[in-house]
Structure formats: structure tokens, C-alpha cells
């Protein structure tokens, strides 16, 4: 089953405006990555947040954890055509091999569509 | 860039036959991890390794499906026979020793589309 579930399942806006994507998810976690997705093609990796973390910034990417409700959002800024894909939450639970990391569980995904 | 490499890229074999498909790692990552994704179940994990020992692999079909490692360049999933329902895209991803890095995450190929007709 999908540790995460992402919201909403597609959005579409025109460039220029900001694109926000929210995902849930059951367990506790060690981090919790973003992964973007082309058509047709492999995944991206965006960003990580650790899980005592609460917020990290990547050029035009912001996003934040909380995990006291379980939850974390995608902020894409100033959006542009070539940011049209699917975006993935993923979280990593860690293991228990005593690692502080382990497999991830993907959500279903947003599909982004940015207007020209 | 590095880059995880995974042949074929497109495979339409028939139903019974048997499929293997091949990634190659990234160079120094010993964490290995075989997805497939499809509209309907999106992304699902079936095996993880590490260091060539699989941690898990609950997600796999163990009737049909097979993974391993014959060496750290190298990890198969094999299916035999191989059905319709297998028809998806099936994901490799390598990553470093240490985990993740904040700014690197895990490392995917490209893919193998499967078709079983």
C-alpha cells in the first residue's frame, strides 16, 4: 500500500504562478524526498527533509514537514512550462538494521500542468 | 553526470515467456532498488538491496519473480513466466552507501517498459 497520498491529484496554472502540492502519509519517517517525473521518463530526484527538519529551500522549491501532523508540501515558485510532470512525495521510514535509512514508499503523485 | 543504466528499454514479450531485465548501478552505490509502476498501483516497491544482500523483497511476486545482485555492477529481476498483468514500467535506482544526501536522493534509470501479450 502507498505510505503517502498526495493532493491534489493534478493542478493545472498558467506560468508565472506559484504551484503547491501536499502530501500525508501514516508512519514515521526518517526523511521524506520529492521526485519529479517527465513523461515517459525515470524520476528526478528535487529535494530531501529530514525529519527534524521543518523546512528547506531549493532555488525555486520550498518545502516543508510536519510531522506532528503527518503531513508536507511542494511549493514551486514562479512556475514555468518546463516544470510541467508528475511529482512524487516518497518517504523513508528508515530500517531496522539500526540504519538511519532505508526503501522508499512513493504517494499516487500530482500531475502538474503548467500553461505557456 | 553518473547515471543508472537499465536494458532493454522496451521489451513485448508473450505470455510464458521468460523476461529479464538489467541495471547497472551507479558506480560506488551499494543500495539497490527494483520498482514498477503502472496507472493503476503507481509506484510499488518490489526489492531492495544492500551491499548485494536483499533487505527486502516482500513486495515481489516470489512464484514468478526473481531478483539478485551477481555483483555489485550488476542486478537482474528476472519473471518467469511472465504474464499480462506484469505489462508495466519497471524502475531501478542505486544510492550511496551512507544514504541519501540532501542533495542527491536516490538515482533512477530510465526504466524498462514491458509488454506481455
Not at chain 1, 13 to 35: F, H, P, R
Request: proline share 5%; net charge positive; with cysteine.
Amino acid at each position: 500500500s502507498q505510505q503517502g497520498e498526495e493532493d491534489p491529484q493534478a493542478l493545472s496554472i498558467q506560468e508565472g504562478e506559484n504551484a503547491t502540492m501536499n502530501c500525508s502519509y501514516k508512519t514515521s519517517i526518517n526523511n521524506l524526498q520529492w521526485y519529479r517525473q517527465n513523461s515517459g521518463r525515470g524520476l528526478v530526484h528535487l529535494i530531501l527533509i529530514r525529519s527534524n527538519e521543518r523546512e528547506k529551500h531549493s532555488g525555486r522549491l520550498r518545502v516543508t514537514l510536519d510531522t506532528s501532523k503527518k503531513s508536507s508540501s511542494l511549493l514551486i515558485t514562479a512556475s514555468r512550462a518546463a516544470d510541467t510532470a508528475s511529482y512524487f512525495c516518497a518517504t523513508d521510514a528508515g530500517n531496522a538494521g539500526g540504519t538511519s535509512y532505508g526503501k522508499l514508499t512513493f504517494g499516487q503523485g500530482t500531475i502538474l500542468t503548467v500553461h505557456p | 553526470d553518473a547515471r543508472v543504466t537499465q536494458t532493454p528499454r522496451h521489451k513485448v514479450t508473450e505470455m510464458g515467456q521468460e523476461v529479464t531485465m538489467r541495471c547497472q548501478p551507479i558506480l560506488g552505490h551499494n543500495t539497490v532498488f527494483w520498482y514498477r509502476q503502472t496507472m493503476m498501483q503507481g509506484l510499488e516497491l518490489l526489492a531492495y538491496f544492500r551491499n548485494r544482500a536483499p533487505l527486502d523483497d516482500s513486495g515481489m511476486p516470489k512464484d514468478r519473480f526473481s531478483a539478485e545482485m551477481p555483483d555489485a555492477t550488476l542486478a537482474t529481476l528476472k519473471i518467469q513466466p511472465s504474464e499480462p498483468r506484469d505489462s508495466a514500467v519497471y524502475f531501478c535506482a542505486s544510492g550511496p552507501n551512507r544514504g541519501p544526501l540532501p542533495g542527491n536522493g536516490y538515482t533512477f534509470g530510465s526504466g524498462t517498459r514491458l509488454t506481455v501479450v
